[in-house]
């Protein structure tokens, strides 16, 4: 059996982490999803929660594919898009600023000289009322239900098991939802604190930025005023946005620390 040697990175943004793969000779067998899989195995292979690859595009800057951590090809994934642009500046494609694709389309991000990355969101239509469920749907990107909790409960709520079963449920079989649980703030100056599962890792991810944008989306209707300051258990992020009476959002974005961990090469089959 003939073996290669895969060289990759390894980033995280507030504890979503991803293995990252220069891709710009377009050398990556994107069908290969047992590979992908394998190599987000945190027993069997480098671990993450997802794999992004960097490709080439005429039209921009550079392109961003994203794959869940069961192997198959994501939706937008934001913490992972700050993630590329990171590792898109270390690696020479970009500057200080950026216009790229991704799986949801265009996009566009700027890094600070300490590292934050800002990245533009899509514009999001609005919000849907989810009576079933007590909570509100947003897609910013990826498909995300947003259930407020009782204060004081989210420390020891059961995101797994809560969060698959709406993830697995009538409701969402067809594709299925990111579903994130969320605690109002003690005090005006006090982050709202998020915990999410995540769909293509099936468990509960340390942050999610689509789901922490959709948050933030969903409490400007709770008297959250941009931008909105959320915690999660990886870290802080911040949600900027403009918001109209037509219930739309225009202008989001998704600002935070994007980190290198380590690089390495793995052999591959």
Not at 176 to 204: H, I, K, L, M
Not at 241 to 255: A, E
């Amino acid at each position: 059996m003939t073996t290669t040697q895969l060289s990759f990175f390894k980033y995280q943004g507030t504890g979503n982490d991803f293995v990252m793969v220069d891709d710009r000779a377009n050398q990556f067998d994107a069908a290969n999803h047992q590979l992908v899989h394998r190599l987000c195995d945190r027993r069997r292979g480098i671990g993450a929660d997802g794999l992004i690859l960097l490709r080439l595009h005429p039209e921009y800057d550079f392109e961003m594919v994203y794959f869940n951590a069961d192997g198959h090809l994501g939706s937008m994934c934001g913490n992972g898009g700050r993630c590329t642009v990171a590792f898109a500046r270390q690696v020479g494609v970009i500057d200080t600023t950026t216009r790229f694709l991704a799986a949801d389309g265009p996009h566009e991000a700027s890094i600070d000289a300490d590292g934050t990355v800002h990245l533009r969101m899509q514009d999001v239509a609005g919000q849907e009322e989810v009576a079933a469920h007590d909570g509100v749907f947003l897609n910013t990107g990826s498909p995300h239900l947003v259930r407020f909790l009782p204060a004081e409960s989210l420390a020891a709520f059961n995101v797994f098991a809560e969060g698959r079963a709406v993830r697995y449920g009538a409701l969402y079989a067809d594709k299925g939802t990111n579903v994130n649980f969320v605690e109002e703030p003690s005090a005006p100056d006090a982050p709202w604190q998020v915990r999410t599962y995540e769909r293509g890792v099936e468990d509960e991810t340390q942050s999610c930025g689509t789901g922490v944008t959709a948050v933030a989306l969903a409490a400007s209707r709770r008297g959250a005023s941009s931008p909105v300051h959320l915690r999660t258990p990886g870290g802080d992020l911040r949600v900027g946005f403009k918001s109209h009476p037509d219930g739309s959002f225009t202008d989001i974005y998704l600002s935070g620390p994007a980190t290198r961990v380590f690089d390495g090469t793995i052999e591959i089959a």
